[in-house]
């Protein structure tokens, strides 16, 4: 056999009865030392920590037991005594629905899993090294305007309210491009407590609300349904999403608008719905819009400030949380974001909840 | 009104975050790293701890399992500022006892004031007890 990966066939006992070249260099085995002997006793399998995993537990015993092939990752321990994270893919060979063997294709990911870790690590230095300097030109222009230092004169405010503006772009850029990365390396870490998301959504609406006054943007928030505006979730997941689709909501707004937020507690989820006056979104549109770096051409020309990875973003955020996001636009009229949370989140890759069961 | 230590190594930030929280009426001590701030917790006996993860000398999460270890005072709040909201070392920091994350490049002077308000009068949050 020739083939990029290490391949081991094993017989209705699980006694290897061929093995290829790459196989045998990954694991630093000759071959007179595998063939014939029963593949777990000489393909260790450890976790880790380099403790010994269960036979039950390996890929190979669970193909030979459902007759299902099954794909993943694991440690082995090779010749030498190093442990070496692989991936693994294990097919049964059936005859009449009855395991007669099964093939093993593996591979050596210690490169990948250093790039990955790499990334990791480049990602949360990125992360603060971009934001310190950051975080002192946002803190010292609010402590100016906020009259910390002495009173300022009128124009000096508008001056530093441009600063703050500024600063609030770039800083909510980094946080797009570190936030994607983050998600599409695996990388975002969801803490779930319990919150109030009627607190949340206020305090991104006052966070918000000097940029909408200065657009003559109206801001409100309701809350309606029996349930509780509190739920289990990750709060600064939560808090970027909806400071994403407000912030949106009040970009692609004209002067004198609204934007309105309203959190419906219904019994099993919370639904938030973003609404605004805004250009809104051609229906031709309609499916790219949570593409990454998608902007709508009618709103390209008006506001040029956008990267188009906002709601791409949004998407991927709320996967993490269990939710769902659609929406509804119409072309000159305004647009509604429409989100959902689970009640009870504890964490990411649930497959219980289906939000369009309870779609109002 | 209350006892507050600011956990920081960049100083401009560790200065704005006095000079707000000492114009609210409490009482600020400040530290450069974790080393300085175990030290100066001992004396000065905070009510609430602003606590910067990523430090020299002595990080955030550091501290924070010696100041658990050695139990200096077990009702302190603990807030966490970071930039890397969303990672593995702001889940840790809870474990260990913080009760709220900061980031520090979205938070406003008033909003600091606030959540330090805040944070005060909620009733304290025991630390997990470790397996």
Redesign the interface.
Known sequence: MSIGDGVIVTDEFGKITRVNPQALRILGHKEDELLGQWFPQKIIAVNPQDKAIPLIDRPMAKAYLTGKSISEKSYYRVADGRVIPVHISVSPILLNNRPQGAIEIFRDITTEEGIDRMKSEFI?LA??QL??P???I???S??LV?G?MGDLTSAQKKSLKTIIFASNRM?EL?STLL?IT?IESGA????V?MLDTKRLTD?VL??LSLHASDKKITLSLRCTGKGSTRLKT????LK?IITNLLSNAIKYTPEGGNVSAKINARPNDIMITVTDTGWGIPKHDHDQIFSKFFRAPNVSKLETTGTGLGLYLVKGLLEELGGNIWFTSKEGEGSDFHFTLPRNYTGPKTDEYDPKVNKL | MANILIVED?R??NN??S??LN?EGHTVETAFNGEEALRKAKIFSPDLILLDL?MPIMGGLEFLQAYKLIKLHPDVKVLIFT?????????EA?RLGAQR?I????T????LARVVNDSLQAPSIPAKKSK
């Open positions: 949360s992360s603060h934001r310190t950051l975080s002192s946002k803190t010292y609010h402590m906020d910390y800083n980094i936030n983050r975002i870490a969801v803490s407590k305090e006052t966070e990750d709060g600064l997941i970027e | 960049d401009d930030l704005a975050y000079i707000i114009s990523l930039n890397m909201e969303n990672s593995p070392e702001v889940a809870y994350c980031i520090k490049s979205w406003a002077p008033h909003n």
